[in-house]
């Protein structure tokens, strides 16, 4: 769509650091000059609008756990349909978006109308390219520069490209069909992430309820989610092949040695731990968990144990660590292989199962040991199965990990690429006046969004 576009045929100086040549025929101007600010209150029955960094201005969901009492909705202020609307602290990173109806946004955040024939889509763009909130910045102010914020009186004298009315629309009609493009195709990406992801959930489970051999008889297990295993093999609960949140049962090291610890920022998704961190015992042997070379590690709170975050502690520096409270430690007995252990607990249908056992105030939701030390699982009694389980399943998650990875590479290029042409067409490095403009199926765009919003609120981005 973009490979026939062409700079302008002539430019100028703009007189302006960030973007020091424009298209001859643009000028620029102060933001005071193209919008003006809505301060009106007293409209308790419009819907609540949220600004997000990734979808801009959209209705907030009010249902279930993410509703929302607000104490006075008839402070809120009135957005009319297409406004803009932006965060005073975030707006440095692209929290802004054009209203898609008449609603009400928080008294913190600033909704701005646009003046005469200004395209307000246009300079949605603009406003979220680097160079944009990289000025919103430098213009923000506060005590300290992570409390910054963008206050109309700052927003307004800011300096904006304002091509001709109507090339604003048609660059807005373009970015709006090619970033509408780039959506579909990132989204069926995240989708082919999903159904990988699924593919080796099965191959997982698969191996770890019938392991290897497959010409072992089978006999019904007597629990729904492990079916048929093998005969001879033993069912039992976890705790039968685990000691859950044990006692660190040795002597600690001398009170000067310093050991591994362990955040729960330092325990990844994939598994991968960073053991960087390091404090003396004498600060952490008290009111932190402890666990010793050989454990395996599960997050208990909401998120993160949703997420996946869980790691077999098998090349941890130090004898012993410590590390946050919010995790269940378990140290599996000759029984069982931790590796195996670990894939059992990254399991989905574990951590499914998990999420329906926890405890707690909502946002603070925990597993409780029991549910770990109860949940049944079965395991081969063979040590040489095992093995080549273990073998089976390295080979299962490496495959993963390559085809994931590259799909990723794949959608961050995607994103690059879309990021570098909205920059290009909206501050006049290229020219779109003449460039086709494909008919694009709203209706089927609106499905794929939000079914690209329940992906990334079901964690698709923690995929390991």
């Known amino acids: 769509m973009s490979a026939a576009l062409k700079p302008y045929p002539e430019y100028r100086d703009s007189g302006v650091d960030w973007l020091p040549t424009m298209p001859a025929h643009w000028d620029f101007v102060r933001n005071g000059r193209l919008f003006a600010e809505r301060n009106e209150t007293g409209f308790p029955d419009l819907p609540i609008l949220e600004v997000s960094l990734r979808t801009g201005v959209r209705v907030r969901n009010m249902e279930g756990g993410r509703k929302q009492q607000m104490a006075d909705r008839a402070k809120y202020k009135r957005a009319v349909e297409g406004d803009i609307a932006y965060n005073i602290m975030r707006m440095w990173q692209g929290a802004v978006g054009i209203a898609p109806c008449d609603g009400l946004i928080s008294p913190a955040y ?129 705790k039968q092949f685990a000691v859950v949140n044990p006692s660190l049962g040795q002597v600690l090291p001398g009170r000067a040695d310093d050991v591994a610890f362990l955040p729960m920022e330092r325990i990844g998704v994939d598994a991968v731990v960073d053991y960087s961190e390091r404090r003396q015992v004498q600060s952490v042997s008290s009111g932190f968990t402890s666990f010793a070379v050989g454990d395996v590690v599960l997050a208990k709170i909401t998120p993160c144990f949703e997420n996946g975050k869980s790691a077999w502690l098998n090349d941890m520096p130090t004898q012993v660590g410590f590390g946050t409270t919010e995790l269940h430690v378990l140290r599996p007995t000759p029984r069982l292989r931790p590796e195996l252990l670990l894939q059992w607990l990254r399991l989905d249908l ?84 003449d460039a086709a403009i494909p008919v694009v199926d709203g209706d089927e765009l609106a499905d794929d969004i939000a079914t690209d919003d329940d992906d990334m609120e079901g964690g698709l981005d923690a995929i390991d």
């Open 110 to 238: 600033v909704v701005a109308r646009a003046i005469d024939d200004i395209e307000p889509r246009y300079y949605t763009y603009l406003f979220r390219t680097t160079a944009y909130m990289r000025e919103v910045d430098f213009a923000s102010r506060g005590i300290v520069p992570d409390r910054n914020r963008l206050y109309w009186q700052y927003f307004k004298p800011l300096l904006s490209p304002a091509p001709p009315p109507e090339e604003q629309r048609r660059i807005a009609d373009f970015l709006d069909a090619y970033t509408a493009q780039v959506h579909r195709l990132i989204t069926a990406k995240r989708r082919l992430l999903k159904a990988v992801r699924e593919q080796n959930q099965l191959a997982l489970h698969e191996l770890l309820v019938r392991g290897v051999d497959h010409d072992v008889p089978l006999t019904p297990s007597g629990r729904p989610w492990l079916g048929d295993v093998p005969q001879g093999w033993e069912v039992a609960p976890l």
């Open 350 to 433: 574990f951590r499914q199962w998990g999420e329906v056992s926890m405890v707690g105030a909502a946002g603070q939701q925990r597993v409780p040991p029991r549910f770990v030390r109860d949940f049944v699982i079965a395991v081969s009694p063979s040590a040489g199965e095992q093995e080549r389980m273990v073998v089976e399943a390295r080979v299962l998650n490496d495959e993963y990990r390559f085809v994931t990875d590259r799909i990723r590479r794949e959608i961050d290029l995607i994103v690059e690429y879309r990021e570098g042409l909205i920059a290009a067409v909206v501050t006049g490095r290229l020219d779109v006046r």
